[in-house]
């Protein structure tokens, strides 16, 4: 079953200058999905219109039978249950003034969805690996890698079908990184998962597809495995060639 599906996707901030051409693709449901480019692809652009935060100048994104309209009200509540984001900066993206317990219930109270919420807090801390005591802590008690779990547990609270991250494990340290990847790895198994990064060794690691953006096109697209094994677009094979060792 197809769970976000692109086709033709054109968006640009201004009528000057275009910045995603033509952009399609699909995301199955379950998947893994990896957008790949470096700075300035679009990357961070087609993930603002895959959370109706900005709508395609012209094309479409469906979810499911459903066309992605902003302006939909019913449309976006269903669609905001259903599909979470994770941003890069673990710092920034946790409000420093509230406990751990009230950041991640924060989607429960804003999709208002019922039920005992300290129980739900407490299932996602458990999922990310956090202690049960950190409810009760602020976020500049931990340290990164810790805060981005706490971010994980917020977007995994009230149970979406979709993961969206955008550069979840860019600001991390390397060993912190691997275990934060781990965790996603762990986390895809019961969800779908598009993870944008500049970094194709870390998608190379956690993603069963991938998405290869230069300058707002698709340039390649495709299982991670044939795309490593025999890259088809010369910017795929320089972005390969400029990992320092392949990962296992
Ligand atoms: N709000 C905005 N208004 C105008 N232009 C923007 C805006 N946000 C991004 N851009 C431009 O769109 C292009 C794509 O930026 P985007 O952030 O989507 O790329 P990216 O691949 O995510 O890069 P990075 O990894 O550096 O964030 C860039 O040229 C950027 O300057």
Same mark, same amino acid.
């Given at each position: 079953?197809?769970?976000?599906?692109?086709?033709?996707?054109?968006?640009?901030?201004?009528?000057?200058?275009?910045?995603?051409?033509?952009?399609?693709?699909?995301?199955?449901?379950?998947?893994?999905?990896?957008?790949?480019?470096?700075?300035?692809?679009?990357?961070?652009?087609?993930? $603002?219109?895959?959370?109706?935060?900005?709508?395609?100048?012209? #094309?479409?994104?469906?979810?499911?039978?459903?066309?992605?309209?902003?302006?939909?009200?019913?449309?976006?509540?269903?669609?905001?249950?259903?599909?979470?984001?994770?941003?890069?900066?673990?710092?920034?993206?946790?409000?420093?003034?509230?406990?751990?317990?009230?950041?991640?219930?924060?989607?429960?109270?804003?999709?208002?969805?019922?039920?005992? $919420?300290?129980?739900?807090?407490?299932?996602?801390?458990?999922?990310?690996?956090?202690?049960?005591? %950190?409810?009760?802590?602020?976020?500049? @008690?931990?340290?990164?890698?810790? $805060?981005?779990?706490?971010?994980?547990?917020?977007?995994?609270? %009230?149970?979406?079908?979709?993961?969206?991250?955008?550069?979840?494990?860019?600001?991390?340290?390397?060993?912190?990184?691997?275990?934060?990847?781990?965790?996603?790895?762990?986390?895809?198994?019961?969800?779908?998962?598009?993870?944008?990064?500049?970094?194709?060794?870390?998608?190379?690691?956690?993603? @069963?597809?991938?998405?290869?953006?230069?300058?707002?096109?698709?340039?390649?697209? #495709?299982?991670? $495995?044939?795309?490593?094994?025999?890259?088809?677009?010369?910017?795929?094979?320089?972005?390969? %060639?400029?990992?320092?060792?392949?990962?296992?």
């Amino acid at each position: 079953m197809v769970m976000l599906d692109l086709q033709n996707v054109n968006f640009g901030y201004s009528r000057h200058r275009k910045i995603l051409s033509d952009v399609s693709f699909s995301v199955r449901a379950g998947a893994s999905v990896g957008l790949v480019g470096e700075s300035g692809s679009g990357k961070t652009t087609l993930l $603002r219109l895959l959370l109706g935060l900005e709508r395609p100048t012209s #094309g479409t994104i469906r979810f499911g039978d459903d066309a992605l309209d902003p302006a939909d009200g019913a449309f976006m509540r269903r669609y905001r249950r259903a599909v979470q984001p994770v941003f890069q900066d673990p710092y920034s993206s946790l409000d420093p003034r509230q406990k751990v317990l009230d950041i991640i219930a924060e989607p429960l109270q804003s999709l208002r969805i019922a039920g005992p $919420r300290k129980d739900a807090v407490a299932q996602a801390l458990e999922a990310v690996g956090l202690p049960l005591d %950190a409810m009760q802590r602020y976020p500049h @008690e931990f340290s990164g890698g810790q $805060r981005q779990r706490i971010a994980i547990a917020r977007a995994i609270v %009230a149970r979406p079908q979709i993961i969206l991250a955008d550069e979840a494990v860019s600001a991390l340290d390397l060993s912190t990184r691997i275990r934060i990847v781990e965790l996603f790895k762990t986390l895809s198994a019961t969800l779908t998962l598009v993870f944008v990064s500049h970094d194709l060794g870390v998608v190379a690691s956690l993603c @069963e597809e991938m998405v290869i953006l230069e300058k707002g096109q698709v340039v390649e697209s #495709g299982k991670t $495995r044939d795309i490593l094994t025999a890259p088809q677009h010369p910017y795929t094979q320089r972005l390969l %060639a400029s990992i320092p060792r392949m990962p296992a």
